[in-house]
């Protein structure tokens, strides 16, 4: 049995540092040192971010966007053209778009995808929200921008069966995603063109 080398406060900063994505417990690790080794610069500032964070940030009830308010700042933007709603997996994707400047739409974050393997079902998801807001009226065209993943392409066929009958154009990111590329992970001049080159969903 491996004798403890630091105290339960370390153990417990590790423990939570291993759970971001991307972070194993050896990484965990030495992210946990450089920033006990960098306390004033980077372990203070760190914890008082977090703190803030906690504190403030807020889900948006309109679109699912991360802000510090709600409605969210894009949702708030009178200069957006809510008549266009970016349909996407996650808050990630959303802000890979933003950086992408490609379009100056609305948005709406599902997240996640169908996956009933994984028991995620459309009731765990926000498209009845979605779906809402379409009915309301005023949205001309719904980009479906999720992953070109088996899940994504079902989710996207599913939403489009849920709009059937409605008066909106139904569209889908088309050149530049490459199958089971993830949206987070592309440059934004992929994005852009990827963007531009949307086509209807059939």
């Known amino acids: 049995m491996s004798k403890a080398v630091t105290g339960p406060e370390i153990e417990r900063l590790i423990q939570i540092l291993s759970r971001l994505p991307g972070l194993g417990p050896r990484s965990a690790r030495r992210a946990a040192l450089h920033l006990i080794k960098k306390k004033e610069t980077l372990l203070q500032p760190l914890a008082a971010a977090a703190a803030e964070a906690a504190e403030k940030v807020v889900v948006c009830t309109t679109c699912g966007n991360a802000d510090t308010s709600d409605p969210c700042t894009i949702c708030r933007d009178p200069r957006r053209d809510n008549t266009t709603i ?117």
């Open 86 to 202: 970016v349909v996407v997996e996650e808050i990630a994707d959303l802000w890979a778009l933003e950086r992408s400047a490609a379009i100056n739409a609305a948005y709406h974050v599902l997240g996640g995808t169908l996956s009933p393997l994984d028991g995620v079902g459309p009731d765990d998801l926000n498209i009845r929200s979605l779906v809402d807001r379409v009915s309301r009226g005023g949205v001309k065209e719904l980009i479906i921008a999720v992953n070109a993943t088996v899940e994504g392409q079902t989710t996207a066929h599913y939403i489009t069966d849920q709009l059937e009958g409605m008066d909106v154009r139904i569209t889908r990111l088309a050149h530049g995603v490459p199958v089971g590329g993830e949206l987070d992970y592309l440059d934004e001049g992929t994005l852009a063109a990827a963007i531009r080159s949307r086509s209807e969903i059939s």
